[in-house]
């Protein structure tokens, strides 16, 4: 005949309640507890032979019930209560007689128990487990709101010292777990797996809702994806003792809960049974039942009560048996009801509770056999189900709704912030071991989990004692954050720890080990402060290569690996590039590339402005770690982060303005200049030292920004002759009837005056010599300019390459006659320096940084802006005079390679460093 | 009680020995005695927990930490509890990026859909926005849909309207209230097939102290 089975499951907790002074109102829940719940549930036991049910015991509990000053003043209780119950014997009137004698056996009876068991009833029920007689297991060790915990760190905290609290009391692991609030997420099972558990518990809609739908619907318990068998509730089941209007304990015959006769009493005769402070609290002698709806109550009557419990009993067999019949074609597993209930329902809040258990595990039933969860995958472990979960609880609605909603959201901030500080403290403790600090960050933890637990939410939540709960809370947090000030003070002592220790002596044996991370570890090895004698440089920039869009890029990676190569430590924080690593080290210079939260805004301003977000994200983060000496910041894309840096850092902020918005627009006209334009000026004025790369582009800054002389720094862009080699493959095309080739580079945009170029061209054409103009470079003019050459009909004499390599630009370089940069703007002029550099005759713009650059007939050729006559005159000059031009180009190599070395303007830069630092010193600003 | 604590402690005795005098616990003397500081107005911030005498520290908890947060749990299968608090900095970046007074700076929350993907703040299945009032560090955002994968952030809106994120937060997943094909199918392959992680979203993640050092 086929079988279904019950499991039963009890679970007892209470949050910790025990304080260092006596007669706290809350202890009496425990002492109501174990003397209604924890002891008769060991009279069942001691009537037992086999096991057929399960109970976890929480952490808080096991604790409790172990600690000797409890038991101390739980005797003490017990002894008022059984004074009590004689005096009532003396004072009897003749229809209390039953009830009196009740209350006095039922005590005596208790008392007897208690020091059966030394005081630890404990010891009790580990000897029971050890008999096979019942199946213990435990739960959180705070009993925390596992789903409500932020860190993977703190919920392995909160589950494996549950089961080292477990251990410490069992002497074994446990196999099970309780699920505090029954409340299930996805990641859960992961760290429930990991530690060695094997089975808890969730709510049927918890599996109902599952994927895939589970084939027994809640007939069977199902695996989590993790390896975790989930045991669903039973709700018809469960009801038939919940439930508020039909539940068993509800019957008219049972005590009724409300009615003491510490209320009744004279205040003289019950005065020393009572709250120390001179009030009235629940005395445990209870004289009436439940009686009806009605204020009226009758006498209560414990036969018939016990005989009512038995009744319920063999209703709820029969009820199970009913389910299993229903249900005996399931096999492979075969049927299960599992029946999991608060423990201190049964005789706290349902007085004759533990008569009902008492009836029901001698109940034969025909269908249902008791088994336990253990048993039952011993046995069908092979048969179940994997589903995936998602988060629910037992509570009210069946997920969060009791622990969070608007009287108890605000919890969950604080006890997030103390994971996230345990974990920094963590990270710090890795390596020195430090005794005193190891304590207390020990009391910490125990702080952080003593505020986790889901009671004080769950209070709050209900309204009764939401006071209490409230200060708890308060003061757990409150100690954590007083704990974490010591624990980075000078002052942190013995006895500063101790009187936190000895305030709620919880779970004092444990050390904590979750919070450390791996990753931290491996950080704190790896990025211990840079050794050397060199700066610590955080530089920001926009765009580094591969990035590559103005001549910004080269500039700092130039200078940024001359500085490494120096010996400084260079942190170059820039944006994404997609298929570039977010961090590297390349010539010694370390590279972070960041992405903003929106990395596509379409909007370019406001695409800087996420990128700065990040960049002041990763900057701050990398101050965790590193010293920075200073902050180097080029041009207003990074403004934004740099204000903030400095801020953050307390650095001195170095800001090389290499051009500017109105330059290049030759005044501000629009909305959008405008911004950009506000966006350099706050750059300029947070700036201590603003570099720039010319005399003209000193004035530029000087005139627009207002700047003080002594805060600005003219340094010169710098070359790398390595990066203009002649090539030794590739060809370009050759000039076939031309006289000379002319080379130009440079973005497609206005001010590099490349139209210039076309018109001085079709001079040449007019003059019927044919020269050869070659334009390297992309940009939004490209097209507007091949136009103009078709349209002035020199489409054969200017060329337009388009985007080129560095290494095609150096084959046009080397293989032409002549540079020519026209720009009308141009703040330094790099392309000038490697035009010079390659050995050829430079012709610039008599403008700008270019101006600078060039002694005109001595290392170059100089022009007017915007005047194409100028460009026929020099090119002329070098046609007419060949063996001049060379001498003059040879000039203009030999100043490349000396006055324009980045050796020389790496020096001068770290100098602009050291003034801003001693700067800060003389100030006291400087915080290391 | 407070009246005796004040005097005790204007006799320059600690809370541990007022607590002992009043024959009361130490927490309950600290918590009355902040309480009467923070009422007397005496001003102390969290980050400003000061020593008094004899290695004492008090500490009064904040209504939110001066650190960027943004946090969201799932209160059940179609509401998400969002709680945030923006650092000094940060605002002050948005003060400088758009020129404009904190006050002054709408504050708005987006949420995004973003189940199944691998967000990077443009690809949302779908995203709504919603304004909320000045002074507010946490909302509950309700009429979601179950089974779905969302992520909120706080920000602010450029003048032409658009969303600009001044802070995201963690990706939380609302409950399914029924069996998903979608989630039987990833079941599936992580039983059959050999997947490090699951496909699905586990609420757990090892946090770093050093999040952005690599």
């Known amino acids: 005949m086929a079988h279904g089975y019950i499991a039963f499951v009890l679970h007892a907790h209470l949050p910790y309640v025990r304080h260092r002074e006596a007669n706290r109102l809350e202890e009496r829940w425990l002492f109501e507890a174990i003397t209604e719940t924890y002891i008769p549930l060991l009279w069942i036991l001691e009537e037992k032979k086999a096991a057929n049910f399960s109970i976890s015991f929480s952490p808080p509990l096991l604790e409790m019930l172990a600690d000797p000053v409890l038991q101390r003043r739980y005797a003490e209780h017990l002894d008022s209560l059984r004074n009590l119950a004689k005096k009532e014997e003396r004072r009897q009137e003749p229809d209390d007689a039953q009830l009196v004698r009740h209350y006095k056996d039922r005590f005596d009876r208790v008392y007897d128990t208690f020091l059966k068991y030394d005081s630890s009833i404990l010891k009790a029920f580990k000897h029971y487990d050890k008999e096979g007689v019942i199946e213990c297991f435990t739960s959180a060790a705070t009993h925390a709101f596992l789903p409500y915990i932020q860190t993977e760190q703190a919920l392995r905290c909160q589950i494996s010292s549950g089961i080292s609290a477990f251990e410490k009391h069992f002497g074994r692991k446990p196999e099970g777990f309780w699920l505090p609030e029954c409340a299930f997420t996805p990641g859960v099972d992961k760290i429930l797996a990991e530690e060695g558990i094997r089975y808890t518990f969730v709510d049927e809609h918890t599996i109902r809702s599952s994927s895939p739908g589970p084939r027994y619907d809640i007939g069977a318990p199902c695996y989590s994806p993790h390896g975790v068998a989930l045991f669903p509730r039973n709700q018809e089941m469960s009801s038939k003792i919940w439930s508020s209007s039909t539940g068993y304990p509800g019957d008219f015959e049972y005590r009724e809960f409300y009615r003491d006769i510490a209320y009744e009493r004279e205040w003289n005769y019950i005065k020393p049974h009572m709250h120390p402070e001179g009030f009235r609290i629940d005395s445990g002698f209870k004289h009436k039942r439940i009686t009806g709806h009605a204020e009226e109550k009758e006498a209560y009557v414990p036969l018939a009560a016990q005989q009512k419990a038995k009744m319920h009993a063999a209703h709820f067999a029969a009820s199970a048996d009913e389910i299993s019949a229903e249900n005996d074609a399931q096999c492979y597993p075969p049927h299960l009801i599992t029946a999991p209930f608060d423990a201190e329902l049964f005789g706290h809040w349902w007085y004759e509770g533990p008569d009902f258990l008492s009836a029901l595990f001698r109940e034969q039933m025909t269908k249902t056999e008791w088994t336990t969860p253990q048993e039952y995958l011993q046995r069908h472990y092979r048969d179940l189900d994997t589903v995936h979960a998602s988060f629910s609880t037992w509570g009210r609605d069946g997920y969060g709704d009791v622990w969070l909603n608007h009287k108890n959201a605000w919890m969950y901030r604080h006890l997030h912030k103390c994971e996230r500080e345990l974990i920094k403290c963590a990270a710090g403790l890795q390596h020195a071991y430090k005794p005193l600090k190891q304590r207390c960050f020990d009391q910490m933890v125990r702080e952080w989990m003593l505020a986790a637990s889901s009671d004080w939410a769950f209070i709050i939540d209900g309204g009764t004692a939401a006071q209490y709960a409230g200060e708890r809370f308060n003061q757990h947090v409150a100690h954590f954050n007083e704990l974490l000030i010591h624990f980075y003070s000078q002052h942190l002592s013995n006895s500063t720890i101790q009187h936190y220790e000895k305030e709620f002596p919880f779970l004092t044996e444990i050390n904590f080990k979750e919070f450390y991370s791996l990753h931290d570890e491996y950080v704190e090895q790896h990025y211990s402060e840079p050794k050397t004698d060199g700066k610590n440089i955080l530089m920001l920039s926009w765009e580094y290569p591969p990035m590559v869009v103005g001549g910004l890029s080269r500039h700092v990676y130039d200078l940024s690996r001359k500085l490494a190569e120096q010996g400084h430590n260079v942190y170059v924080i820039t944006s994404f590039v997609d298929g570039y690593p977010e961090h590297e080290i390349n010539e010694k210079v370390h590279v972070y590339r960041v992405r903003g939260a929106q990395p596509h805004f379409n909007d370019f301003f406001h695409w800087t402005g996420s990128l700065n977000a990040a960049i002041a994200a990763q900057g701050t983060e990398l101050g965790k770690k590193i010293t920075f000496d200073c902050i180097h910041a080029h041009d207003w894309l990074v403004s934004v982060a740099a204000a903030r840096l400095k801020q953050d850092l307390n650095i001195p902020l170095i800001a090389t303005i290499h051009a500017t918005e109105s330059g290049r627009n030759k005044g501000i006209f629009s909305p959008m200049q405008h911004e950009i334009h506000q966006k350099e000026a706050d750059l300029a004025f947070h700036a201590d030292k603003v570099i720039v790369c010319s005399e003209y582009m000193r004035k530029e800054v000087q005139s627009l920004f207002g700047l003080q002389d002594e805060k600005l720094s003219v340094l010169p862009n710098g070359i790398d002759p390595n990066l203009v080699k002649k090539p030794e493959h590739g060809h370009i095309p050759a000039a076939s009837h031309h006289e000379a080739t002319i080379f130009s580079v440079g973005r497609a945009v206005r001010e590099k005056g490349f139209q210039t170029i076309i018109d001085a061209s079709a001079i040449f054409r007019a003059k019927g010599r044919s020269i050869r103009f070659v334009i390297a470079g992309k940009g939004p003019m490209l097209e507007e300019l091949r136009q103009a050459a078709k349209d002035r009909g020199v489409e054969e004499d200017v060329w337009f390459t388009g985007f080129v390599s560095d290494e095609e630009r150096n084959q046009w370089l080397f293989s032409c006659d002549a540079a020519l940069f026209p720009s009308h703007y141009e703040p330094f002029g790099i392309v000038a320096l490697e035009g010079m550099a390659a050995g050829k005759l430079t012709i610039v713009s008599d403008t700008g940084g270019l101006s600078e650059i060039i002694d005109h007939e001595q290392n170059g050729l100089k022009i007017i802006p915007q005047d194409p006559a100028s460009i026929v005159w020099a090119i002329e000059y070098m046609l007419s005079d060949r063996d001049r031009a060379k001498q003059i180009a040879a000039a203009g190599h030999e100043a490349a390679l000396t006055v324009f070395n980045w050796e020389k303007i790496a020096d001068a830069t770290v100098d602009v460093y050291e003034s801003c630092l001693k700067k800060l010193i003389y100030t006291g600003g400087l915080a290391k | ?214």
Do not use: C
């Open chain 2, 1 to 214: 009680m407070i009246e005796e604590i004040v005097k005790w402690k204007n006799e320059g005795l600690t809370l541990y020995e007022i607590a002992e005098k009043m024959n009361m616990s130490v927490g309950k003397v600290q918590y009355r005695w902040r309480q009467y500081r923070k009422q007397s107005s005496v001003t102390e911030t969290a980050h400003e927990a000061e020593y008094v005498e004899n290695n004492e520290v008090t500490w009064v908890m904040p209504s939110e930490y001066e650190e960027d947060i943004l946090y969201m749990m799932p209160q059940g299968p179609q509401t998400m509890f969002v709680y945030w608090s923006l650092s000094e900095g940060t605002r002050k970046m948005a003060e400088h990026h758009f020129r404009t007074a904190w006050s002054d700076l709408p504050k708005v929350i987006k949420m995004y859909d973003v189940t199944d993907i691998v967000f990077h703040g443009h690809n949302a299945h779908k995203a709504f926005e919603m304004d909320v009032p000045e002074m507010t560090n946490n909302w509950f955002l309700h009429n979601l849909e179950p089974g779905r994968t969302y992520i909120a952030d706080i920000g602010t809106r450029t003048f032409d309207g658009s969303f600009f994120t001044l802070l995201r937060g963690n990706a939380a997943e609302t409950s399914f209230l029924k069996e998903d094909e979608r989630m039987s199918e990833k079941v599936r392959r992580w039983k059959t097939e050999n997947q490090s992680e699951p496909e699905w979203l586990e609420n757990y993640s090892v946090y770093s102290y050093y999040q952005k050092i690599r």
